[in-house]
């Protein structure tokens, strides 16, 4: 029989979760942990928080109970309220970390997604992260390490979370109930991301938006109403696979609302529910562009392996507009608008 522990919800990350257990026997001011989305950062952050709270591994005591599901006093989870974290939260920021601990001896900062913390935000926090009080400790969670924070990574103990394979995100979903043959067709289109997985394993219509992504090149012919026509297509069917997401998020405002109906909507956390939900929509339409179009460039690429392609050149440049479409989906672009530029440019197959 297996004994439960905090870290049970850390999947695919032997080597951190080694590091953060010999961590814990004597913690710094401050860690950075830097992975990919969907490598379980959070998941870590709050196992970490339990055990320094608690001094134990047990996930059953009252205080390790809370901070799993993200409850605890003392341990405040920060995300954007925006598209980057504004001057104005990083200060928010640096006034909590000031206060003492309601309840235990320590008080722990989550700030998620750090990565995405203004440049002037970035010069507020750094003498907060570099010399907190004694009772704080921060746990930084960023997906890559920009070059306005590299000089408050320098003040961190860091730990490096990596993709987690697919065989280790279908495992996970197995474990949580899904079908094996599900499970192993949205970890393989999930490229790592346990979050994203989740998502597409309740989702029945996955295969089907591969295959539409997949068929773009060959149903392009130069004409602007195939593009409109394409564009509306694809936009629908990545709509309606936020069904499942949309689902879960509707089950927690229920849950928050029965909570604020006994306790009252002061201290609920309710404007942070809803803020959540806009980033996780957003997220999901951009993870599902980015994984429809890496499908597009892949029908290209196997165009070329298999040789018989009239102009290769026009081939290789079509993968290079592709990858350069993913890359501008960071800066929340006009979704329609970047379909039909990017659709427009693309050669026939």
Known sequence: MTTATVWDGVVGQPGAVGL?????????????????????????ARAFAARLLTGSDDPTTR?????LRGEHPDVREIERSGARISFPQAREIARLASLAPSESDRKVMILDEFHLLNPDGA??????????PPSTTFLILADVIP????????RCARIDFRVITDGDVAAQLVADGHDPEAAAVAAKAAAGNLDRARVLAADPSLVERRRAFASVPHQIDGEGATVMRLVDELLALIEAAAGPLSERQAAEIVEMDERIERYGER???KKALDDRHKREQRRHRTDELRAGLTVTAGTYRDA???????????VVDAVTRLHQAMEALERNPNEPLLLQNLLWSLPSL
């Open 267 to 269: 201290g609920s956390g």
């Open 147 to 154: 070059h306005d924070l590299i000089t408050i990574s320098s």
């Open 20 to 44: 953060l257990r010999r961590a814990a026997e004597q913690p710094v001011h401050a860690y950075l942990f830097v992975g990919p989305a969907g490598s379980t950062k959070k998941e870590a």
């Open 304 to 314: 070329l392996v298999a040789g018989g392609v009239r102009r290769p050149d026009d």
């Open 123 to 132: 010069a507020l926090l750094l003498k907060t992260i570099e010399e907190p």
């Open 63 to 67: 205080d390790a109970d809370l901070v």
